[in-house]
């Protein structure tokens, strides 16, 4: 078992409190599939609610991580979808978040699904916790819950994957090249803070629908010549605005085009969510991998927002995941 520092209780204590955040050391012979070893072999965990209750893990897109839900310290990524009483009851769940490695700091280059499944199954000993009763992933999340119902079939009873395909879609691949390439070119220039800016600008206009930036900003231009359009007022702030470090993006962004799940040796119950816009996880894909998972559901969600409807739908796809999660396995 891979020993943990609780960095906020001790372990009586873990149940009483809103949520816990635990460190887990990761064995001393976890290897990468890259054949890499970490140079930091920990995963940052954080328990929202009682070890005693069904314990769910979840886990969102590369700039998500381990706050899910809105607690003292901040508001979790998901903070619709999991509350006390939500669609992801924290009354009646224990809900698992994790952030994704590599840490800051991490000399490994390679990342992949596969080696955060392992490395979450070795949170899990820590925990104590034998089997999970659901991990709901989106997007990177949705592909690391993928490969950990592959590789951990006695360790978890319900999956649900949203907008995560078992394999990433060419033209996806090619726009993450992209970005990869225009972060490169800018840590050579020394300046990857800025790489990561203009990565993430061409990023929210493929999360997103032509449709729903029609509705949301005008075609013509500013006043005075060079003027930026509206769109690109609110692309070059959303860029700005995201402080991920050069190198982590790049291993992530690497870790998804690596990504590979077999479908047919997944044997969970399993809810596969597919928003109907989604131009990085087309319908098609998602429509494949359910067809391709032994008994799978599939929910397709027409949407405005593309591949970010699970983080603007969470009224829409809620109630299935909360009917998904609460229903008992025949």
């Not at 149940?15 to 460190?23: A, E, I």
């Not at 993928?146 to 994957?161: S, Y």
């Not at 629908?209 to 075609?219: D, I, L, N, V, Y």
């Not at 590979?260 to 969970?268: E, G, H, L, T």
């Amino acid at each position: 078992m891979s020993a943990a520092t609780e960095e906020r209780t001790g372990k009586e204590g873990l149940k009483s409190q809103p949520f816990c955040d635990v460190t887990v050391f990761l064995p001393s012979d976890f290897i990468l599939d890259s054949g890499e070893s970490l140079s930091r072999p920990e995963l940052k965990v954080r328990v929202y609610g009682d070890l005693e209750k069904p314990a769910i893990a979840v886990a969102g897109g590369i700039s998500a991580g381990r706050v899910v839900a809105t607690c003292k310290d901040g508001e979790g990524w998901w903070r619709d979808m999991v509350s006390p009483g939500g669609f992801i009851d924290l009354d009646r769940y224990c809900v698992i978040g994790f952030d994704f490695l590599p840490n800051a700091g991490e000399a490994a280059k390679t990342v992949t699904t596969r080696d955060h499944a392992r490395a979450l199954a070795d949170a899990l000993d820590t925990l104590n916790i034998e089997k999970l009763h659901g991990f709901v992933g989106a997007s990177y999340g949705g592909m690391i819950g993928l490969v950990f119902a592959e590789l951990f079939p006695d360790r978890i009873e319900k999956l649900c994957a949203i907008s995560a395909p078992d394999r990433p879609h060419p033209s996806a691949t090619a726009l993450r090249g992209v970005q990869r390439r225009i972060i490169d070119f800018a840590l050579k220039h020394g300046d990857g803070e800025g790489g990561v800016a203009l990565a993430r600008q061409i990023g929210m206009i493929t999360y997103r629908t032509p449709e729903e930036f029609g509705a949301r900003f005008e075609s013509a231009p500013g006043a005075a010549a060079g003027d930026p359009y509206d769109i690109c007022d609110y692309l070059i702030a959303r860029g700005d605005a995201y402080g991920m470090d050069a190198r982590r993006y790049v291993t992530l962004s690497d870790s998804i085009d690596r990504h590979r799940a077999d479908p047919a040796k997944i044997s969970a119950d399993s809810l596969i969510i597919a928003a109907e816009t989604d131009r990085l996880a087309p319908l098609a894909d998602l429509e494949r991998l359910a067809g391709a998972v032994d008994g799978a559901r599939l929910i397709k969600v027409p949407s405005l927002y593309g591949h970010d409807a699970f983080l603007k739908e969470t009224a829409v796809i809620g109630p299935h995941i909360k009917e998904f999660l609460e229903e008992k396995t025949s």
